[in-house]
């Protein structure tokens, strides 16, 4: 059953513009959501987080809005780089702790 | 400050066979947990060991299993493998048992298992 889900599995930005991902959850009792990176022969690198109290948290060019009503999240990057070309996931806390992850977005930039 | 390595990197086995990952946790660090990664898939939690306990577990058989040493270093042990449990199977690290802050925790590169 999966309960996080990244509906696309890839996107194409031009380097500058912004990048947006989107993630979907299925269980209410989620009360915490993460974004991981992961580029090759890596492990996920963790980006950037929100509570399920907030509806928006910013970090740099990294901002994660939450629509708990929706059950969506989105993460939109500003202005893309290069370097941000990689596999994002998205990942949900439960009331039990344990992380949920979605299938993951590739994200390619080009020059 | 030593990140978290995982041994093997890759490995093949047959099915039936049984297999140990091993994984050392960030210096300072008592808490291991590891996921298992299927291809085109995200990271699915196997469980999590603290201080030595097992500390949570997904929906995984018991023929998964796992260890934690005094030095916080972990194992995953796969019995009777399937071909289905070829994955990536990657191992994070944490200072803190309690998974609330998972801006904390840092995984390793994975070890690439194949069944055949």
């Known amino acids: 059953d999966q309960q996080v889900k990244q509906n696309s599995p890839s996107l194409s930005v031009q380097e500058g513009r912004i990048s947006i991902l989107n993630c979907d959850y299925t269980?209410?009792?989620?009360?915490?959501f993460l974004w991981y990176k992961k580029y090759p022969a890596e492990g996920p690198t963790f980006l950037i987080s929100?509570?399920?109290?907030?509806d928006k948290n910013e970090d740099g060019r990294f901002t994660v809005f939450l629509n708990k009503s929706a059950k969506h999240l989105s993460l939109h990057i500003v202005p893309s780089q290069p370097g941000d070309s990689a596999v994002y996931f998205c990942?949900?806390?439960?009331?039990?702790?344990?992380?949920?992850f979605g299938a993951g977005t590739t994200v390619t930039v080009r020059a | 400050e030593t990140g978290v390595t995982q041994s093997p990197t890759h490995l093949i086995k047959t099915r039936g066979q049984q297999v140990t990952l091993r994984c050392s946790s960030q210096?300072?660090?008592?808490?291991v947990s590891w996921y298992q990664q299927a291809l085109g898939q995200g990271p699915q939690f196997i469980f999590q060991?603290?201080?030595?306990?097992?500390?949570g577990r997904g929906n995984f058989p018991p023929r998964f299993s796992g260890l934690q040493f005094p030095n916080y270093s972990s194992e995953l042990n796969v019995n009777a493998l399937e071909l289905d449990d070829s994955a990536l199977y990657l191992c994070?690290?944490?200072?803190?048992?309690?998974?609330?802050?998972?801006?904390?925790?840092?995984f390793g590169p994975g070890t690439r298992l194949t069944v055949l």
């Open positions: 210096s300072g660090h008592n808490t």
């Open positions: 929100i509570s399920s109290i907030k």
């Open positions: 269980n209410s009792m989620f009360d915490y």
């Open positions: 994070a690290s944490s200072a803190t048992g309690l998974i609330t802050s998972y801006n904390e925790q840092f």
């Open positions: 990942a949900a806390r439960g009331n039990d702790y344990k992380l949920s």
């Open positions: 060991y603290y201080r030595e306990e097992e500390n």
